[in-house]
């Protein structure tokens, strides 16, 4: 199965549909769509694959699944929440904002256990949660219209991915801007990054792999849609850059390195 190729090929087309200039609700149509054909192909490889082991299994379920899941259930909510939001009132704009937002806390707080099982990296119960041998538990979690198949889900990676999701979720709609109803994100500032995508690159892989926002359970997207709206600029597929940045033979954290040079020249100089 040849799973991590078919992610990463995933991962460039949602980060396309994600960055284009399009609308809010035609990027979580074809992101919608993505998700649904990647699931696809992965139900009918695990079908005709068997798993080799019950490591395997969780793996596919606790984390190769979750990358189209999680984004599934994330575009379906913004889908689900935009399509009422762009034709409210202002007044009523502000209602369902605070309806969505409160939505997403009752889920955290229905399941905080299982959120901090996850947050605290725990495994004891992943043989539980993530193999299809405990499938008969789906009650709790209701499948709605999350790619629900009693051979292709385990009693929590439906619940695994709803809660990547509404962490996502949640950071959208803290973001959200009620003061134009067209438009989604952050209010823009008059801040502008003037290096290069490749620095602010480093950058974003930096604050996301050294786990400082949100005690590292942030997505990588989501730190990357923060500084691009922060700063004004278009980064396009960060993906690819990353990709390119790994496969230097040199001064792979060159911007980061020279950040650090010139905060320490700065203090050099404050103290001679």
Not at 1 to 12: G, T
């Amino acid at each position: 199965m040849d799973h991590p190729s078919k992610v990463e090929n995933f991962k460039h087309q949602l980060s396309a549909v994600e960055n284009s200039n399009t609308s809010t609700l035609k990027k979580s149509q074809e992101a919608i769509m993505l998700c649904r054909d990647l699931l696809s192909g992965l139900k009918q490889d695990i079908k005709q694959n068997p798993f080799n082991s019950i490591a395997d299994e969780i793996g596919f379920f606790k984390e190769t699944k979750q990358i189209p899941l999680s984004n599934l259930i994330y575009h379906l909510e913004i889908y689900a929440f935009e399509s009422l939001f762009l034709k409210a009132t202002k007044k009523m704009q502000q209602k369902l904002l605070e309806k969505a937002q409160n939505k997403a806390h009752r889920f955290f707080i229905d399941h905080l256990d299982f959120m901090n099982y996850i947050e605290q990296g725990q495994t004891h119960l992943d043989s539980h949660y993530f193999t299809r041998n405990h499938s008969s538990h789906l009650s709790m979690m209701q499948a709605q219209d999350y790619f629900f198949d009693m051979d292709f889900n385990t009693s929590h990676d439906l619940l695994l991915g709803k809660t990547n999701a509404f962490k996502r979720f949640s950071s959208y709609l803290a973001n959200h801007n009620t003061c134009n109803g067209n438009s989604i994100g952050p209010k823009e500032t008059q801040l502008k990054w003037t290096s290069s995508k490749v620095a602010l690159t480093e950058l974003i892989y930096a604050l996301y792999h050294s786990h400082v926002i949100n005690y590292g359970n942030s997505d990588i997207k989501d730190i990357a849609m923060v500084l691009q709206n922060s700063f004004n600029f278009e980064l396009g597929d960060f993906y690819k850059t990353y990709s390119d940045i790994r496969g230097r033979k040199n001064d792979r954290t060159k911007f980061l390195d020279e950040l650090s040079i010139s905060l320490v020249s700065a203090m050099e100089r404050r103290d001679s």
